[in-house]
């Protein structure tokens, strides 16, 4: 293996660790895409019960629509796509990390790790890279430009296999990208995340606390919301609109998460031997999570992006792997939860450790502010009438205009 000098001129000299980086292209066996579209032609179905629809996971009636357009889907199209992004591999601790990026044109870029979160990938970030990389190219000011950097998740996509237990703990993954941004030669760099992503940034804060421009996140803060339930009338407005749906999804909203968190070993033999299992487990969380003015997940995102994004899932059998990632971040949680004595998450660590701290709700969230900034540490917080759990997909001109006022407050 050669050094990342050899590999990229434009990493620069600079670059001294020896562990080497390496570019990366997806490269799908075509023996792969016709197993998938054999096994979608053979999905033994189950029939649809009279009268019930989403509330008790996704229809058979829905999910075969789906699954006959996953047959048909060009994923040699979104190869090109997703090739046409600068992608490389490293090692870290020993665990394959892949990641996107993307360097601005613009000489003064600061540079932006974004985190995805379960059950998207990489792909979520698609329609943002562009904007935040290259704003003048957008209508935006060159001033607002970011150096891109999109890791997968390990045991995510292609960052797997996943070579050891121990990667749900969020701690070490943020250690992993701090590190993944040394050896890309940064020494300041400013992160954004949602879902599992937001606890990566909040960790961040804690792992590299003096290279951390700032912290921006979506949707819940970590510790949030897997608390126990609240009681609506402590709060008003807003606030108490997402609280209730906070008790409503304890409620009915979190099958999915005891399932992975207790048995991810169970249910990777489903997923990874059935695509419309597969399917069907993600696409749930897309009807449940996107902007609640969406009658079905395609209103929300794009189906053919839906449809990548479990393509991708299913191609690295990282269904599997980010089961047991969920797993053990549970057992961290509750852990966590054990020592506390029950609190509710509130307070924000980030902020409390002098990193600036920003957090964007959007439509279908539950972050009550009243919980997660009691005391107003937060340097920037906006509610948007829009969007839900996956902004970058359903509403990325509003998260990039976020991003970029909230580091616009910051970086300079």
């Known amino acids: 293996m050669r050094n990342l000098t050899f590999l990229d ?24 895409i016709d197993d998938l579209h054999d096994r979608l032609a053979r999905t033994r179905w189950y029939d649809d019960l009279p009268g019930v629809e989403w509330n008790r996971g996704v229809p058979t009636s829905y999910l075969k629509a789906l699954a006959a357009t996953w047959r048909e889907h060009d994923w040699r199209s979104w190869e090109d796509r997703l090739n046409a992004l600068p992608q490389f591999v490293t090692e870290i601790e020993g665990q394959p990390i892949h990641f996107v ?38 209508g935006g000011d060159p001033a607002d430009a970011f150096d891109v950097i999109v890791p997968s998740l390990p045991g995510f996509a292609f960052s797997t296999p996943l070579r050891e237990t121990g990667w749900g703990n969020l701690f070490r993954v943020a250690a992993a990208w701090a590190e993944l941004m040394s050896r890309l030669g940064y020494e300041r760099f400013a992160a954004h995340g949602g879902d599992v992503g937001a606890g990566v940034t909040g ?20 510790g949030f919301p897997f608390g126990p339930p609240l009681d609506p009338t402590r709060f008003d407005g807003a606030d108490r609109a ?11 909203g979190l099958g999915y998460l005891h399932l992975q968190a207790t048995r991810p070993h169970t249910l ?18 897309f009807k449940e999570w996107t902007d609640e003015a969406a009658d079905l997940p395609e209103d929300a995102v794009s189906r053919d992006q839906l ?11 990282s269904g599997a792997s980010s089961a047991h990632i969920t797993y053990e971040g549970m057992q961290a949680f509750r852990q966590f ?45 906006t509610e948007y009438d829009r969007g839900g759990h996956f902004p970058a997909m359903e509403v990325p001109d509003l998260l990039v205009d976020d991003i ?9």
């Open 9 to 32: 001129r434009s990493y620069g000299e600079a670059m001294t660790n020896t562990e080497p980086i390496r570019p990366f292209r997806i490269d799908i066996p075509q023996p792969d």
């Open 101 to 138: 990026h993307v360097r601005s044109p613009e000489p003064d870029a600061l540079p932006l790790v974004l985190t995805h979160g379960w059950p998207s990938s990489f792909v979520e970030f698609l329609d943002v890279i562009g904007p935040l990389s290259d704003p003048r190219a957008h």
């Open 203 to 222: 960790m961040l804060a804690m792992v590299a606390p003096q290279r951390l421009v700032g912290a921006h996140t979506t949707g819940p803060t970590p």
């Open 242 to 252: 997402r609280a209730e749906r906070f008790n409503q999804y304890q409620r009915d």
């Open 268 to 285: 990777a033999h489903l997923i990874t031997d059935s695509p419309a299992g597969q399917l069907a487990w993600i696409a749930e969380k």
């Open 307 to 317: 449809l990548a994004n479990a393509s991708i899932y299913w191609f690295s059998r």
């Open 337 to 381: 939860m054990e020592q506390h004595g029950g609190e509710d998450g509130g307070g924000n660590p980030t902020a409390a450790l002098g990193v600036p701290t920003g957090v964007a709700v959007f439509a279908a969230d539950m972050s009550v502010r009243s919980i997660i900034d009691p005391d107003g540490s937060l340097s920037h917080w």
């Open 404 to 412: 970029r006022t909230f580091f616009g407050k910051v970086r300079r």
